[in-house]
């Protein structure tokens, strides 16, 4: 029986996106409840580890962390999202997007706590921000794009860890490379995939099928 299921998160993409789309992929019918940050305060501690999202199934205990959701989803409900034969191949294209949102994470977020409060909103603090962007644009997504692209054309172009059917490391890959082309980050062009036309083919074939087509407004993809 499919279970009643309700997944909490904030109303942006983030790092609930890849649930959301192995939900769409699989056809499961689930509620997407999308809190506002205005809301969240008073909601924070009645969350497991004070952070969502969380998915409370058939009125459940609330379940945390996006990543056990997301192979949870995928093994409960889909055949092809998750499949045993190619887990190591999944994971590892997984790994190579963790550690590029690694690479990204500090020219995103500066760490405040080795500044004066409230420096990264002086010219000074703004400045810093430009550099590790620029810097992060021109060096370490570069490599990136190249290793993307390098598991993309080993699955004959296809996906990132089949030649078949597109897996989890697709649900979690797309959000993470869409995000680069939003033009919502400073100084990060939105054109900063294009050296790859397989990644930018690839990106266009996952938002065009079935249960992804429309989803998106925003973006260049
Ligand atoms: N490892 C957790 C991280 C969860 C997390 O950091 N969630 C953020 C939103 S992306 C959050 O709840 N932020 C609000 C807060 O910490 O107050 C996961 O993957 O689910």
Redesign the pocket.
């Given at each position: 029986m499919v279970a009643s299921i309700k997944l909490t998160y904030?109303d942006i993409e983030?790092?609930a996106e890849s649930i959301r789309l192995a939900l769409a992929l699989s056809g499961t019918d689930y509620v997407d409840e999308r809190i506002s940050f205005a809301e969240?305060p008073a909601i924070?501690d009645k969350m497991p580890y004070?952070?969502?999202?969380v998915m409370t199934i058939n009125d459940g205990p609330k379940c945390?962390?996006?990543?056990a959701l997301l192979r949870w989803v995928a093994t409960e409900y889909s055949e092809t999202l998750y499949p045993r034969e190619k887990l190591l191949d999944i994971e590892t294209a997984i790994g190579v997007m963790d550690d590029l949102n690694i690479s990204w994470w500090p020219a995103f977020q500066p760490h405040e706590d080795s500044h004066p409060e409230g420096f990264l909103k002086t010219t000074e603090g703004k400045n810093l921000i430009k550099k590790l962007r620029e810097k992060f644009t021109s060096q370490d997504l570069p490599m990136y794009v190249k290793y993307i692209t390098d598991l993309l054309k080993k699955n004959g172009g296809k996906w990132l860890a089949s030649n078949d059917e597109p897996t989890i490391a697709d649900c979690y890959a797309v959000p993470m490379l869409r995000n680069f082309t939003r033009g919502h980050l400073d100084y990060v062009p939105t054109s900063c995939l294009d050296s790859s036309p397989e990644i930018v083919d690839y990106i266009q074939r996952f938002c065009a099928l079935e249960q992804v087509k429309g989803r998106y407004n925003n973006g260049i993809y």
């Amino acid at each position: 029986m499919v279970a009643s299921i309700k997944l909490t998160y904030f109303d942006i993409e983030g790092i609930a996106e890849s649930i959301r789309l192995a939900l769409a992929l699989s056809g499961t019918d689930y509620v997407d409840e999308r809190i506002s940050f205005a809301e969240w305060p008073a909601i924070k501690d009645k969350m497991p580890y004070r952070k969502i999202p969380v998915m409370t199934i058939n009125d459940g205990p609330k379940c945390p962390q996006s990543k056990a959701l997301l192979r949870w989803v995928a093994t409960e409900y889909s055949e092809t999202l998750y499949p045993r034969e190619k887990l190591l191949d999944i994971e590892t294209a997984i790994g190579v997007m963790d550690d590029l949102n690694i690479s990204w994470w500090p020219a995103f977020q500066p760490h405040e706590d080795s500044h004066p409060e409230g420096f990264l909103k002086t010219t000074e603090g703004k400045n810093l921000i430009k550099k590790l962007r620029e810097k992060f644009t021109s060096q370490d997504l570069p490599m990136y794009v190249k290793y993307i692209t390098d598991l993309l054309k080993k699955n004959g172009g296809k996906w990132l860890a089949s030649n078949d059917e597109p897996t989890i490391a697709d649900c979690y890959a797309v959000p993470m490379l869409r995000n680069f082309t939003r033009g919502h980050l400073d100084y990060v062009p939105t054109s900063c995939l294009d050296s790859s036309p397989e990644i930018v083919d690839y990106i266009q074939r996952f938002c065009a099928l079935e249960q992804v087509k429309g989803r998106y407004n925003n973006g260049i993809y």
